[in-house]
């Protein structure tokens, strides 16, 4: 017994190599795709064009106020950074935010919230 497990250790490297050496051989090279890195657009992130701009202040999830005014978020509420990075929205709680944000339709609850750098709100608020 112990030969024939003792032999099966020694070839199984052999066998591995040989194997894969003539598999890499038969098969043809793929050409290579390259893709570009997605970037950020001039003027800072992509938006909906429904979104809309207040001061947001959460609470004790899921309550929160936009403008002082009451909001529940979705349960799949997503708040992103000034960076674009989603982050958990008690790291920022009771504090005041700008922020541009989307309802969702049926409940009208908070369902996206982006947080605004200083050049973006002037941007958007200029707009509206």
Same mark, same amino acid.
């Given at each position: 017994?112990?030969?024939? !497990?003792?032999?099966? !250790? ?15 051989a ?7 795709v ?42 799949g509420?997503? !708040?992103f ?15 005041? !935010? ?31």
């Amino acid at each position: 017994m112990n030969r024939c !497990l003792l032999s099966c !250790l020694v070839a199984a490297p052999l066998l591995a190599t040989g194997f894969a050496a003539s598999t890499a051989a038969a098969q043809p090279s793929l050409p290579t795709v390259e893709r570009p890195l997605p970037t950020t657009p001039p003027g800072g992130r992509h938006l909906p064009s429904h979104a809309q701009v207040g001061v947001l202040r959460i609470d004790q999830a899921p309550h929160a106020q936009i403008n002082g005014q009451p909001i529940r978020t979705a349960p799949g509420f997503r !708040l992103f950074s000034a960076d674009n990075k989603l982050i958990f929205a008690h790291t920022v709680q009771s504090q005041a !935010l700008t922020v541009a944000y989307v309802r969702e339709a049926s409940t009208k609850w908070l369902l996206t919230a982006w947080i605004l750098t200083p050049e973006e709100t002037s941007r958007l608020t200029a707009k509206r």
